[in-house]
């Protein structure tokens, strides 16, 4: 899985972002990924020469080091010592959710008991001992497996194996093509698919920032428009960024794809200002911050779209205590009330947001 999984990850960089060739991409990640976490504040400012070797060692771990498992055990070995070390690596540098857990798990594989032998005692009465006693006792104590129960095993494993086969052609003429994709199936079992992340690294970071005012004119000049803070995605710029994975805010996250395009390819923001309109509870548990509570409901709520950019350590906005840096670019959706959402929310059959 692993060898496939690698592969796949590292094929579509390099076939990607211009960024992955020319050696510049971690420049931009570890401002620009999902979620970032406070290690990553500080490793975006690494020297130029880190980040180029962190690229390389990339491509290395994704083209190269897969490689390993089909060259014995001592390579198998430490193919899976290098993939968890990355995996690591990626886990403290940023969070990724649950992603790099789990790869974590087929690479415990590349193990066997010979050298995970130094994790367990070893002594007269220690655990390698009496689980060499229990392999003993039960090799003398083991009957033949009857012929035709070994020949229907053999016969499933072979027909998985084909069937495994068969619907991994697609798979590999995918990973062979220059018109790669990732993230894909190509049948309905969904037994094999393709992989892949950041083929492409944003350059700048934006965020959709929500905000609601109690003022009857959302127009006037001095109309106070107050911030919805996300448990984890900036915001707040005086706000140290979250640490939480391998736990996943799912809220957060797609904010992040929101903030790429407008808000006619992510209707369900407007579906959630809605929400923030009733004062809804379960919307806003998913928040950290509700600016209107215990008060009413705002009167309306707009979207707006800014650039953040990580303050530099130890400079003049460091020190006022902020993380990031941000700069207004423009209007993300105009600013709404439940009386403009009755139609649109019609439209698309959404149960309309009742008053909290």
């Known amino acids: 899985m692993w060898d496939r999984s690698g592969i796949h990850l590292g094929?579509?960089?390099?076939?990607?972002?211009q960024c992955w060739r020319d050696l510049t991409c971690m420049d931009f990640h570890y401002e620009t990924q999902p979620v970032p976490n406070p290690v990553a504040y500080f490793l975006h400012r690494s020297p130029w020469w880190v980040h180029r070797f962190e690229t390389l060692s990339n491509h290395f771990l994704e083209l190269v080091v897969p490689f390993f498992i089909f060259l014995g055990r001592r390579?198998?070995?430490?193919?899976?010592?290098?993939?968890?070390?990355?995996?690591?690596?990626?886990?403290?540098?940023?969070?990724l959710s649950f992603l790099n857990w789990l790869t974590i798990v087929p690479s415990v594989a590349c193990f066997d008991d010979a050298a995970l032998g130094f994790l367990f005692p070893s002594g007269p009465g220690g655990l390698q001992d009496q689980v060499l006693k229990m392999q003993k006792e039960e090799a003398r104590e083991a009957?033949?497996?009857?012929?035709?129960?070994?020949?229907?095993?053999?016969?499933?494993?072979?027909?998985?194996?084909?069937?495994?086969?068969?619907?991994?052609?697609?798979?590999?003429?995918?990973?062979?093509?220059?018109?790669?994709?990732?993230?894909?199936?190509?049948?309905?079992?969904r037994i094999v698919n393709t992989y892949g992340a950041f083929g492409s690294i944003t350059r700048e970071r934006t965020e959709v920032i929500l905000q609601g005012t109690a003022s009857p004119n959302a127009s006037a000049p001095d109309t106070v428009w107050e911030d919805y803070e996300f448990k984890c995605k900036p915001g707040d710029l005086r706000r140290r960024p979250c640490l939480i994975s391998p736990y996943h805010y799912r809220l957060d996250w797609l904010m992040w794809f929101a903030a790429f395009q407008t808000y006619e390819h992510h209707e369900w923001v407007i579906h959630l200002a809605g929400k923030?309109?009733?004062?809804?509870?379960?919307?806003?548990?998913?928040?950290?911050?509700?600016?209107?509570?215990?008060r009413a409901p705002p009167r309306w709520v707009r979207?707006?779209?800014?650039?953040?950019?990580?303050?530099?350590?130890?400079?003049?906005?460091a020190a006022?205590?902020?993380?990031?840096?941000r700069k207004r670019i423009g209007p993300y959706f105009p600013p709404l009330n439940?009386?403009?959402?009755?139609?649109?929310?019609?439209?698309?059959?959404?149960?309309f947001p009742e008053l909290e």
């Not at 012929?147 to 590999?172: H, T």
């Not at 923030?276 to 215990?294: G, H, I, M, R």
């Not at 006022?320 to 840096?325: H, N, S």
């Not at 439940?338 to 019609?346: G, P, Q, V």
Request: aromatic fraction near 10%; glycine fraction near 6%; include cysteine.
């Open 276 to 294: 923030l309109l009733a004062n809804d509870a379960e919307a806003l548990s998913l928040l950290a911050l509700n600016p209107f509570a215990d």
């Open 11 to 17: 094929l579509i960089k390099v076939r990607g972002d």
């Open 75 to 95: 390579m198998c070995i430490l193919h899976g010592a290098l993939q968890i070390l990355f995996q690591v690596v990626l886990i403290v540098s940023g969070n």
């Open 143 to 189: 009957r033949p497996t009857p012929m035709f129960g070994r020949m229907v095993r053999q016969a499933a494993n072979l027909a998985l194996g084909i069937l495994v086969a068969w619907l991994s052609i697609p798979v590999v003429l995918n990973l062979l093509s220059p018109k790669q994709v990732m993230n894909s199936s190509f049948n309905p079992l």
């Open 303 to 317: 979207g707006e779209h800014y650039r953040y950019k990580f303050s530099r350590p130890g400079g003049l906005h």
């Open 338 to 351: 439940l009386r403009d959402l009755k139609d649109y929310f019609r439209s698309r059959e959404w149960p």
């Open 320 to 325: 006022d205590g902020k993380w990031w840096i």
